[in-house]
């Protein structure tokens, strides 16, 4: 059977356009409706709190009935639904509450979707990067038209664009084809034995801490450039060109993953990353360096994505695949996530934006450490068939 290539990519491409909505302007929109810092990182951690259960349940729910874009087109329909709810939504306890209950389904979809993904590509993995790079581009798209957008109507707009969005991921997962995992080879290994390897809990501290840096990043980066007076279609272009750099990443990742094992190409990544925060701590007056910054995106997201996505493939094999997808992403863009949302909120004030960009910057250095220390050394010519 073919890969639907069009129809994946499709899936990647709205869900992103719709992250690229939420991303760069979603905290600004809080701002706008009068939420301070903490209330601010207080929603956004409800967002990507729901990533601590969520994917784990609906993992454990597609691994089970072997039915994961069914999984897929249901939690999209429920968080189309429940955003709408935004659209009414005034005060601090609705928007809590909207916020969880939309999140525990959109928090569902991307996971087995990646899942889906490696399934229908089967033996060549590596093509997985050819069909997300689509994801990236929906991300600029949608961040620049919302920045073009928000320069001239108001931000209040911002709901009814994301809603509809998640429509469209929505009927995008019912033109998307089921798949399956084989059959494996021989009698599958226990999830709980997989968890106990020292280099799967290295695996998944690393980009828990990966991922707790980069909530400033998420959560004020927008209202960081504010503050230095980029202009919305500035910060939008800022967000893009991040994006950009890592589709550039993605259209060459076939040919690195096929030279550079997974262990070198995350050390790098991480490396990188901990340049980048320190670049946006310490120069935000600067432009030219915030765009080199934002160029050093492809590796601090990109580069650690897509390694995490074929570790993760390793490490859990065919027939633990939902609930590795599942697992990884609770633990990185679900504790990191929120833990990153959290500190950066109560902190933001106190501490000023650029300390608490250069403690993102230390967080990464003791993952780099650990990363260096643990994982991959097991496995550390592996590349990507």
Known sequence: MSVPYWRLSGFYFFYFAALGAMLPYWSLYLHDKGF????????????????????????????????????????????????????????YFWFAWITVAFSFFWNAALPQFEAAT????????????????????????????????????????????????????????????DAHAGSPGCEPVGILKILKKPEVLAFLAVYMLLQLAHGPYYIF??????????????????WSLGVF????????????????????????????????????????EHGELLVFAQLLHAATFGGAHVAAIHLVHLYFGQQHQGK????????????????????????????????????????????????????GTENSQYKAH
Not at 259 to 282: D, N, Q, Y
């Open 118 to 177: 490696l399934f229908h590509l089967k033996n060549d993995s590596h093509r997985y990067s050819q069909i997300r790079l689509w994801g990236s581009i929906g991300f600029i798209v949608s961040v620049l038209a919302i920045g073009r957008l928000l320069d001239s109507h108001a931000i209040a707009l911002l709901p009814v664009v994301i809603t509809l969005l998640l429509t469209l991921i929505w009927c995008v997962s019912l033109l998307t084809p």
């Open 36 to 91: 301070n810092p903490v209330e601010i990182g207080e929603l956004s951690a409800l967002l990507v709190g729901t990533k601590i259960i969520a994917p784990n349940l609906w993992g454990w729910l597609a691994d089970y009935t072997g039915k994961s874009l069914r999984i897929i087109r249901i939690a999209s329909f429920f968080a189309a639904l429940l955003f709408a709810g935004f659209l009414w939504a005034q005060n």
């Open 221 to 238: 980066y927008s209202i960081y450039l504010k503050q230095y007076h980029y202009s919305a279609t500035m910060t939008g272009l800022l």
């Open 245 to 284: 750099a890592e589709i550039v990443l993605f259209v060459y990742m076939r040919r690195l993953l096929k030279r550079f094992s997974l262990r070198h190409i995350l050390l790098l990544s991480i490396f990188l990353t901990v340049l980048r925060w320190l670049l946006i701590a310490g120069y935000a």
């Open 324 to 375: 590795g997808q599942a697992l990884y992403s609770s633990v990185s863009f679900g504790i990191g996530g929120m833990m990153g949302s959290l500190y950066s909120g109560y902190y933001w004030d106190s501490w000023g934006p650029e300390l608490v960009y250069a403690m993102a910057a230390i967080v990464c250095c003791v993952a780099f450490v650990i990363a260096y220390l643990w994982v």
